[in-house]
């Protein structure tokens, strides 16, 4: 039997400057992922796994039921998209991870995200 397949992009992440205290080393970030089930088999996003990496190599590593407070069920392409947030103590960091997934067939399996930036806009004078 064939693993089934989710394909995840991250959409976008952002610089959130409002919550941030550069003096304080406090960094926010938001990221919006999408997961899209490009299976034949319906899932659910049971968990999820992060490394957040910054700048000076701290990693701090996350897991936790669902996201944003859901476990999406994902019917052969559909997808589900949210934004989350994470703070770190750089201007500069890094994410990966993966979804711990659930087909209705009784299959477990991974759904791996691959590294993305966290980054701070530059500014040219």
Do not use: C
Request: no cysteine; charged share 25%; aromatic share 8%.
């Amino acid at each position: 039997m064939d693993t089934p397949q989710h394909a995840i992009q991250v959409v976008a992440t952002r610089f959130l400057e409002d919550q941030s205290i550069p003096e304080d080393d406090r960094y926010v970030f938001a990221y919006t992922i999408r997961i899209e089930n490009a299976g034949d088999v319906p899932a659910r996003l049971i968990s999820r796994h992060w490394l957040i990496t910054d700048a000076n190599g701290k990693v701090q590593e996350v897991r936790g039921e669902g996201v944003v407070g859901e476990q999406p069920w994902l019917r052969p392409g559909e997808s589900f998209e949210y934004t989350s947030g994470a703070v770190l103590e750089t201007p500069l960091g890094t994410m990966q991870g993966s979804y711990q997934m659930l087909a209705d067939d009784g299959t477990r399996f991974d759904a791996e995200i691959a590294p993305f930036t966290l980054s701070i806009p530059r500014t040219l004078h």
